[in-house]
């Protein structure tokens, strides 16, 4: 089992940023892919960024070049670094760890208004 916990969340005015963290803990060797993922009331959740335990990352097209997906081994942390945030950010942004299974945190919510 594998338990994530993200934080960081919060509101933000457009262009502004915003850092989000998730915490792994539990079977954490099992880990290799993390990711962040993203879902707004009445939509499919949405994949945002993944980075692999080698530090090879991919971001969804609609936050390339906005947003950074870090890893940290020894911390047994992801963190999400979101610049030049849009209102069309605004969601609940959840860590995704692939490794035996798939698990998922709770969710933080992130918006972004003026």
């Known amino acids: 089992q594998v338990q994530l916990v993200e934080s960081g969340g919060g509101l933000v005015q457009p262009g502004g940023s915003l850092r989000l963290s998730c915490a792994a803990s539990?079977?954490?060797?099992?880990?290799?892919?993390m990711a962040w993922y993203r879902q707004v009331p009445g939509k499919e959740r949405e994949w945002v960024a993944r980075?692999?335990?080698?530090?090879?990352?991919g971001y969804a097209v609609s936050v390339k070049g906005r947003f950074t997906i870090s890893r940290d081994n020894v911390k047994n942390t992801v963190d999400l670094q979101m610049n030049s945030l849009e209102p069309e950010d605004t969601a609940v942004y959840y860590c995704?760890?692939?490794?035996?299974?798939?698990?998922w945190g709770q969710g933080t919510q992130v918006t972004v208004s003026s």
């Open positions: 539990g079977n954490i060797f099992s880990i290799n892919f």
């Open positions: 995704r760890a692939d490794g035996n299974s798939v698990y």
């Open positions: 980075i692999s335990s080698g530090g090879s990352a």
